[in-house]
């Protein structure tokens, strides 16, 4: 099965900092969702994206749906020590997948003080 | 409160066995997922269902089964037939074709004695 390729795999920032990840595909998706994850739980849903170009923010979150519908990119502003976990996109494909979601590999976002 | 179970949080499996991880949902939604998920590495649908009685593979199906006779419940077996059976096993439930409403449990973790 499809995976979405995600970078960075992992980032180290300081407290303050912002912080900018992307997730790529090889497939057009209709939707783009963005999760987060923290040790030994579930993803949180953050942002969902329903159109190319579709500029989002959920506080200091803004993820952005790419014009190619191929990409998809999350940004943190002025990060905080909660912050902390992993990042996760997915898509939603086109009729016949859209059933189901593909999910990248997650971006390990640690921050310190 | 609305949401998702999953039990036990932790579970031993020994060699040749097989185990139910249990998830139930109060949430009224048609679609059940079953992911798994191993260090560095996106989730991986093993099996989803869009209704009662009925499911379908997903992209690692092989060694697993479930059933979906209720609406609430969607048991996933990790049959003696997989072979690396250790890893977080996570539960989810949508609305049918919303993938926007994609709600995760807590995760199971399985380990071999």
């Known amino acids: 099965g499809q995976q979405l390729n995600q970078s960075p795999q992992s980032m180290f920032i300081q407290e303050g900092e912002d912080v900018s990840m992307n997730c790529t595909s090889s497939?057009?998706?209709?939707?783009w969702l963005w999760y987060k994850q923290e040790p030994g739980e579930g993803p949180v849903l953050l942002i969902a994206l329903y159109k190319a170009g579709e500029l989002t923010s959920n506080g200091r979150l803004t993820a952005q749906f790419g014009i190619t519908r191929k990409d998809s990119f999350l940004n943190i502003s002025a990060s905080i020590p909660s912050d902390v976990g992993i990042y996760f996109c997915a898509g939603q494909g086109l009729a016949g997948t859209a059933s189901k979601l593909t999910f990248g590999t997650g971006t390990r976002l640690q921050v310190t003080l | 409160d609305g949401g998702i179970t999953q039990s036990p949080k932790y579970l031993f499996r020994k060699e040749g066995q097989n185990v139910t991880l249990s998830c139930e949902q109060n949430?009224?939604?048609?679609?059940m997922y079953w992911y798994r998920q191993d260090p560095g590495q996106g989730l991986r649908l093993i099996y989803y269902?869009?209704?009662?009685?009925?499911?379908q593979k997903g992209d690692i199906a092989e060694g697993y089964s479930v059933s979906r006779e209720k609406k609430e419940s969607f048991p996933l077996t990790v049959t003696s037939a997989q072979k690396n059976p250790t890893a977080f096993y996570l539960c989810a439930s949508s609305i049918a074709g919303r993938q926007e409403t994609q709600y995760f449990g807590p995760g199971t973790r399985l380990l071999v004695l």
């Open positions: 497939s057009i998706f209709n939707t």
């Open positions: 269902s869009q209704i009662v009685n009925d499911f």
């Open positions: 949430l009224n939604h048609d679609a």
